[in-house]
């Protein structure tokens, strides 16, 4: 390849989401020259859409008396990890999420509150004003742009590293322009996921139908790289799937009318989890991906319609759609959903089977057996809460159909509590570092809610501990 362009920093860094930004300005803090290297035209990759960072011992907790210590947070973690995660590493991290909160918005991060997913976890969700595209990214751009020792270059897309006697030595590149050699002293891999590459979530992922929920060009070349120069691959395969109406905006009142815990059944027409997962939204996910296809129904009646549209909805997606909220457009936005063919009306149980394609004599057993549950307060077969058991009794019969998306990918390169990166034989290559969902390490084979908004608490915070075992490794 013809180098058209040659560049040169301390430390090249792959990527300009959360963890990019957050390595570039720890470095530049310490005195190194940084070159940050963007395949897109503006920051912020997945993190411009994520909502909030797990933390705990932040101000916000002390302030709301939420009394959760790291110790208890790293054994329920490794707990629900079931020790597959990185113990060092995870315990490292979490040591750092309430002194990163306070050193996020002295950059200028804006946090709206302080928050948990579901009834069942602790508040250890911190929000970030208008998403992290204006939270968090706007912010930690607008820093990085005023650092003299730190250069942005977006369009401009990282294909390989440069190795030289083992060491990362820096990185070729393709932008708008030509190619670039940019020789630098260390890398910093911050490229995100791997969930717009369909063949390694077909290789990789138990749950091979997932699509993005965003897509995006996340393709894991960063990790392909690090492979390349002899990282060891780990944790692949670990995906933050969740249960969604197929190409529905997360905020979409039909989104929110089919991913509520009714009645699930498979292709099949049984029933086959207790639908309240739902507020563990990677199990849900985890369940829909051993049914035929990865694909179910919801199914209500029209009652439930009518309480959904006057009075409220059991479950909703994080903060994407209030709970406190009714579906006004209920109604509308059901029959657009019959247009695309993702929701089905029918005067009958046979007719509705006889539409979603379904055995008649399974999906009306189905129906009775749950028919039966709310009849009796209790869920003999899943042992789902009577909150959520509603009768499917009067017509006109629902069906919403739900799929398999995935938010993002966590794994991909094996790095240790200080994210050096790892070789087969747990030697560490000089100069390279991997941070954020490029790195494995914190999860076990699924992502865990218990810490909700670790996926970007890790990014963040190995963000910048990339940064400082870099500065460390420079002398500086
Ligand atoms: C809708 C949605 C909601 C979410 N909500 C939450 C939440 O509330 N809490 C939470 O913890 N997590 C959440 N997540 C996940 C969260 O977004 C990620 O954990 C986090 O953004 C990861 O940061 P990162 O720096 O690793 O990757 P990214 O932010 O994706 O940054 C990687 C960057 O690298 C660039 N890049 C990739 N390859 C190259 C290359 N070869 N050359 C140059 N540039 C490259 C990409 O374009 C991208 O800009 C959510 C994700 C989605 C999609």
């Known amino acids: 390849m013809n180098h058209e362009k040659e560049m040169q920093a301390d430390v090249v860094i792959i ?14 803090y310490g005195g190194a020259s940084v070159l940050v290297f963007e395949q897109e035209s503006e920051p912020g990759g997945m993190t411009n859409y994520a909502e909030g960072m797990f933390a705990v011992g932040s101000r ?39 002194g990163t909160i306070d050193w996020l918005e002295e950059q200028g991060a804006e946090f709206s509150g302080l928050f948990t997913i579901s009834p069942f976890t602790q508040r250890v ?51 708008k322009d030509g190619s670039i050699k940019a020789a630098s002293k260390a890398v910093v891999i911050a490229s995100g996921g791997y969930q717009d590459n369909q063949e390694w979530v077909d290789k990789y992922c138990k749950s091979g139908f997932t699509r993005p929920v965003i897509p995006a060009r996340q393709l894991g070349s960063g990790i392909r790289m690090a492979w390349e ?14 249960v969604l109406v197929p190409e529905e905006e997360l905020t979409s009142q039909l989104l929110t009318a089919g991913f509520q815990p009714r009645l699930w059944v498979n292709t099949l027409g049984e029933r086959f989890v207790n639908e ?63 247009q695309a063919g993702k929701v089905f009306k029918a005067g009958s149980l046979d007719q509705l089977a006889a539409k979603i394609g379904v055995q008649a004599a399974t999906f009306k057993d189905a129906v009775t057996e749950y028919n039966e549950c ?21 017509a006109p019969f629902y069906a919403v159909k739900l799929g398999l998306a995935a938010f993002m990918t966590n794994g991909g390169i094996r790095i240790n509590h200080k994210t050096e990166v790892l070789k087969e034989d747990r030697t560490v290559i000089p100069g390279l570092f991997a941070a ?9 084979d699924t992502y865990e809610v218990s810490t909700t908004g670790g996926s970007l608490s890790f990014a963040v915070n190995t963000g910048r501990m990339a940064g400082e075992s870099a500065l460390k490794y420079l002398g500086k």
Request: with cysteine.
């Open 436 to 444: 954020g969902c490029s790195a494995g390490g914190i999860l076990g």
């Open 125 to 175: 969700w911190h929000q970030m004003e208008g998403l992290g595209k204006e939270g968090l990214i706007a912010p930690l751009f607008k820093k990085a742009e005023e650092q003299k020792n730190i250069t942005i270059v977006f369009d401009t897309e990282v294909k390989s590293l440069i190795m030289v006697g083992g060491r990362a030595a820096g990185v070729l590149a393709e932008g």
């Open 15 to 28: 990527g300009s989401g959360a963890s990019g930004l957050c390595a570039a300005l720890t470095l530049s």
């Open 229 to 242: 120069a002899g990282a060891q691959p780990y944790d692949m395969g670990v995906m933050q799937t969740i």
């Open 374 to 394: 709310y009849d009796g307060k209790y869920d003999p077969i899943f042992g789902k809460d009577r909150a959520y058991l509603d009768p499917i009794r009067k």
């Open 276 to 338: 309240s997962i739902c507020w563990k939204f990677p199990m849900a996910g985890n369940a829909l991906a051993r049914q035929p296809g990865a694909s179910a129904w919801c199914v209500f009646d029209d009652d439930t319609r009518v309480y959904m549209k006057e009075k409220g909805v059991n479950y909703v997606l994080g903060e994407f759609y209030d709970i406190l909220k009714n579906l006004p457009d209920l109604d509308e936005e059901l029959e657009r959903g019959i």
């Open 60 to 98: 916000y907790q002390k302030k709301q008396k939420v009394g959760l210590t790291v110790e208890e947070a790293f054994n329920v973690h490794m707990e629900e990890t079931h020790w597959l995660a990185n113990p060092r590493l995870v315990r490292t991290f979490m040591e750092r999420t309430a």
